[in-house]
């Protein structure tokens, strides 16, 4: 009667150390530069060595440049340390590294399925709050600290304090025009930022098992704005397709082996969960956040919402720094910048349909509109197709790929105080630039949007 | 990592929720690759009066005594959300912080505070609310955190007793590194890794690439 993540904590018990914490063993460790070399250096610096490097894989990505021509030297002050230390550091530890000019390098949550690093049924641990990302293959993947990265290296394992479980199940299918981008903010409103503290949350349903493999990326990518333990999908022939030859995947009779057994990977149909928490796919509408949190979110055509009781001081706060009222509608509001990337929102897929959007229209005048493939996969894939051109031809900026502007480091930023429409998953004060107010949407509104130089709502042909 | 037993010290009250890790350090201010020199740009958004600036702003309540010495924090609900960077504990311990006292903690971030010696007090909202609104106060006197009484109080407020896993409270209480415990379980790991490359042979790969 177990559920998915039950299976797999069991799986991966070593010991159970008491209290409700498990020894657990961890299959593979992703890092990047960011956060990632710290660990590698104090690891050394404490005389320990990695357990395992071949199950330990480092990428460049939050820290480098996306402009054409990129090097070690960074717009971001001090952000070259950061690289040439998490290069050293990595070659010394002996484990993969996805380097700058490696047609493999990008984001690194968007590299590992590229890759087969993540596979079903697999622990994948990354410094990296994003990391639940990945269960939308049927791993259990969650993000952790530096020190924790230090300690799954050394040893193989991780303390972790058993969550306990939550299902979120959405009946029915969404509706044309509307995604997972949409159905994640949806959710998050619902549920609040904190809603699924402690709680491993698998996504089922309907709704969930209609979605394409990229987009339920998106969907579990944004578990995090809910403070998820984790998030995950029970894998399916959509997920071993996506995985079989890929790099790091098995082969021949291990392939079979696998997948035999990754068939197996679902909550027993009598499973019971610690919470439930169903989702009617008909009722999700184009979302997009007016705030400074991702549950601050409501449908595009909606208005500011009046604040709640004991919240007011937070919905004040947010009210100020967004330069918005209670009851101000959300469609027509200028906007100076538009922004298409990141681990939540740059995949092939992703820009496939903001490239619909925008074909044979242009970017409104005065605003800056960019878009940063996810890897260097889907770059290439892109330009291939003609979603690069498109993109470029309406006006938008076409970056190397990596974290770039989801979030500010001190280099390149959007302006002081302006308005962006973005792809990402954080709304929070300041994360794209200093005061931005950044308002999260899927990459259709992204791209109806920064067409009309307004907020849109992008099921309306020329913009409402 | 340093023992905690128990501290008396003064309190910052921070009574926003989603208190998220850019507001604790903004990415901007994370410049080097390491765990220290990071002091300087805990809470730099609200505390200086520009990015990149060292003016501090007036408005905000670190920037005044008594608060500027306060070694516990006090937060509202989902404290540490966001990015996973440790660095927020790191700066939050250079700066002298030993305790963040909220309603709830985002689970990387409390996994963090507790590798790094800073104790995670959750308590129940209204407990969380009269600590703060009391810290508040002019001539607010200090709070005390017992890790052995498991509990947190201040004149005329608690004691409220809180509620640690036994493998943290004790990594805590006695400077533990978390490493150097499960390396005691070294043997039995390595077992476990040999039987399970007979179940799993694809986890276990051969070469890097």
């Not at chain 1, 449908?299 to 919905?315: D, K």
């Amino acid at each position: 009667m177990d559920t998915l993540f039950d299976i797999l904590w069991d799986e991966h018990l070593i010991a159970d150390i008491g209290d409700g914490i498990g020894l657990i063993a961890i299959d593979r460790v992703m890092l990047h530069e960011r956060t990632g070399g710290v660990a590698l250096k104090s690891l050394a610096a404490a005389g320990r060595t990695v357990m395992a490097p071949k199950q330990a894989f480092a990428v460049m990505d939050h820290i480098v440049d996306t402009l054409p021509g990129r090097s070690d030297r960074t717009l971001m002050p001090t952000g070259t340390a950061f690289i040439t230390e998490t290069r050293a550091a990595a070659r010394a530890a002996g484990i993969t590294l996805f380097d700058l000019g490696d047609e493999r390098q990008g984001i690194c949550h968007v590299i590992s399925p590229e890759q087969a690093i993540v596979l079903p049924g697999a622990t994948l641990v990354c410094p990296d709050s994003h990391t639940g990302t990945q269960g939308a293959f049927g791993a259990l993947a969650w993000g952790i600290g530096s020190s924790e990265a230090e300690h799954a290296l050394a040893t193989g394992t991780l303390r972790v304090r058993k969550p306990a479980t939550m299902r979120v199940t959405v009946t029915g299918r969404l509706a044309d025009g509307v995604g997972a981008k949409d159905l994640a903010l949806h959710i998050i409103a619902l549920v609040g930022s904190d809603g699924a503290q402690g709680h491993a949350v698998e996504f089922a349903g309907e709704g969930v098992a209609a979605l394409d493999i990229e987009q339920r990326q998106t969907l579990c990518n944004m578990a995090t704005e809910m403070s998820a333990f984790c998030a995950i999908i029970a894998p399916d022939e959509q997920v071993f397709a996506a995985l079989e030859g890929r790099p790091f995947a098995p082969h021949g009779a291990d392939w079979d082996a696998a997948v035999a057994r990754w068939r197996g990977l679902a909550s027993h149909p009598d499973a019971r969960f610690d919470r439930e928490v169903t989702v009617d796919a008909a009722e999700v509408a184009p979302m997009i956040s007016w705030g400074t949190s991702p549950q601050q979110a409501v449908p595009v055509t909606g208005a500011v919402p009046s604040a709640g009781g004991q919240a007011a001081a937070n919905h004040r706060r947010a009210l100020d720094y967004m330069a918005l009222e209670e009851g101000a509608a959300l469609i027509g509001l200028p906007i100076d910048a538009a922004f298409i990337g990141s681990c939540t929102n740059s995949r092939l897929s992703d820009l496939r349909r903001a490239a619909a959007v925008v074909k044979g229209r242009k970017v409104a005048p005065g605003v800056r509109a960019i878009c940063v493939p996810g890897s260097g996969a889907v770059k290439r894939a892109a330009e291939a197709e003609g979603i690069a051109a498109t993109l470029v031809e309406a006006g938008f900026e076409w970056r190397e790929p990596g974290c770039s502007m989801c979030f500010f480091a001190g280099g390149e930023s959007f302006g002081l105080r302006e308005r962006v429409v973005s792809t990402t998953n954080r709304n929070f004060e300041s994360r794209q630039g200093p005061e931005t107010r950044t308002h999260i949407a899927s990459p259709e509104l992204v791209a109806a949007s920064a067409i009309a130089g307004r907020i849109v709502d992008p099921r309306t042909k020329g913009g409402a | 990592m340093e023992a905690f037993s128990r501290l008396t010290a003064a309190a910052l009250p921070l009574m926003f929720d989603n208190i998220d890790t850019d507001i604790i350090i903004p990415s901007r201010e994370m410049k080097t690759v390491g765990k220290t020199g990071l002091a300087d740009g805990l809470f730099a958004g609200w505390r200086y009066v520009a990015v990149g600036s060292r003016e501090k702003s007036p408005d905000f309540l670190m920037n005044r005594a008594p608060y500027a010495d306060a070694k516990i924090l006090i937060a509202g609900q989902n404290v540490g959300c966001g990015s996973s960077r440790e660095h927020a504990v790191w700066a939050l311990h250079e700066y002298g912080f030993r305790v963040v006292i909220a309603p709830s903690f985002n689970p990387i971030f409390r996994n963090n505070c507790i590798r790094n010696g800073i104790v995670p007090v959750q308590l129940a909202a209204e407990e969380a609310r009269a600590l703060g609104d009391t810290a508040l106060r002019e001539g607010a006197g200090p709070v005390t955190v017992d890790l052995d009484a498991m509990t947190v109080e201040m004149a005329g407020v608690g004691p409220f007793v809180f509620a640690l896993e036994d493998d943290s409270r004790l990594m805590l209480r006695n400077g533990w590194d978390a490493i150097d415990l499960t390396l005691q379980h070294r043997d039995r790991i390595a077992a476990w890794r040999e039987a399970d490359r007979a179940r799993r042979p694809w986890i276990y790969l051969e070469a890097g690439r």
